[in-house]
């Protein structure tokens, strides 16, 4: 089913959850809604779910209102980011209950929501745990069996309040492979809330970053990665290294350092592409920097190393600029072992792209 | 340098560092026994017996009588119309307090503790004061054939007053502890507000409520003072058993008394056995190496 949002806002006193926020989701598609605590992420799910009135604005699904409808005409299924399993009852009775609470005319017979319970059990492979209760679960178990409690009513929508937030990196990385797959089989038009960044761009079709009440980019993972529509975006997708200058005459000045920025360099807000002395943000992931033992070609400005870490992929390099900047590199073992780096080794650091992010503030 | 490095820590094995030394740990545990022993066992096999004394025969008659039967009916009667109602207070309103903000909450929460706050004699004055038949309204209400004060109504009405705040009192923490994603989870999941209350909420609460319960029944049958001012006293008609064997001692008939006052105590041992029982059972929880076992089968 499709989702359309429009002109959505929600106060809590003073404080502005949502600031009004347009959004329309395709049916089938998986949603990431990644943002920091406090962005209005988990509200507008709450909003989309109809368990939280927005005090403006309209969530239409297929194109209908659906504040007017009661819950269980919504078709609306929300998994919860603690669970929210019932405590007193069975793995077993928890995925039972969206059933057993029908209207009589449509509830099943008991054969029937057995045979559908094991069924869903098996497609989150815990069937086996069926008799025992939420307690006797681990985290990534409880995780799966309020999933299949929520798909037991068949909900044309899934909602996900931080699916895998209170679980292990290892659990993590393969429940969120799980429901990828699960999305592929059962193609239900999902949306998720997550504050990592990395999860929203492995599991989401698109990515909707949200800050402060409002929408910041929505795009593909690879849209909102790479071309990031502001700083925000760009600093809550992966480290960045922001260097602070000035824009004069087309050119860019960081420090004492002069960089050309031609027609291949990016801007965010390009409209002001050739205002003049103005101040800018210069923003650079730490794997688009390199590190030169000499000046070369210009446009690179002087560091110091101050510290080194070998472990894991990449070597990562801690250095501060002739000004006091701190700014993290990132680069191969072999680049490194070539520049045999050490604290206190003096250096000149450039960005390797020709395309610069130049935000202007 | 060397000095430094000469510095050292001895960690010897043994008795972890909160643990007391024997003598201290036999001392308290004496003195705690020593105090239980003092103070409620030697009172309770007095209560027996004195009231076996006189023989078991004696015993029967004492508890048979007319008047001690109508005793014994009138209390049970008043815990069993006080008991539900608490409850079903202690519910709306531990739900209320838990889930809602709303306009007199504070006050709410603040004089639900009234009733244990004040001594239960000015509590059953009160409602001498409000309903007696001197008054306007237990005037009007005799007019009309309606006899609160001195009359087992009013025994009844100053019970549930005395016990208003026990099952609110214990189910307000449930309550809050226990949130409402439940009650959430089961409205998306298409439960309407009675399947989501009964199926959910009363379950969630459940040792909550029956711990009000064993409370809200104690109190029931043991209040005295409260009852005593609103009874008067009449044999045979409005004695709760309390009373009875107040009446009993000052007529000094020691062996009815204390046959009465066995009956209260087996009585009141039942409401503690029953409560240590839910304690037990609400506290039995799957030990965490049991979930973790399971996580590595899942695995």
Redesign the interface.
Known sequence: MSIRLSGIRKHYGDFVALGGVDLEIADGELIALLGPSGSGKTTLLRVI?G?EKPDAGIVTVNGADNSTRS??DRE???V?Q?Y??????TVFENVA??LR??PRRSRPAEREIASRVHELLKLV??D??AD??P????G??RQRVALA??L??EPKVLLLDEPFGALDAKVRRELRQWLRRLHEQIRVTSVFVTHDQDEALELGNRVVVMNGGRIEQVGTPDQVYHHPANAFVHHFLGSVNLFHGRVEKGKLYIGDTEMEMDATHEHAHGDDRQGDNREAVLAVRPHMLEILLTPNGGGEFPATVLNVNPAGPQVKVELVTAWGDPVQVEMGHERFRILSLAPGKSVFIRPKDEKLFVYQI | MTQESSTRIAIRPGRPATADPALFRVLVEAAAMLFVALFLLVPLVAVFTEALRKGVPVYLAAISDPEARSAIYLTLLTAAIAVPLNVAFGLAASWAIANFEFRGKNTLTTLIDLPVAVSPVISGLVFVLLLGSRTPLGGWLADHGLRIIFAEPGIILATIFVTFPLAARELIPVMQAAGTSEEEAAVMLGANGWQTFFRVTIPKVKLGVLYGMVLCNARAMGEFGAVSVVSGHIRGYTNTMPLYVEILYNDYRFAAAFAIASLLTILALATLALKSWLERRGAIRIPQTQADETERVAA
């Open positions: 779910a368990l819950f269980r609306i299924g929300f919860f603690h929210a399993l019932f405590r007193h009852m209950f969206g609470v029908r492979q815990l086996f745990l025992r209760y307690s006797q679960l681990s990534g178990q409690r929520t037991a009513v």
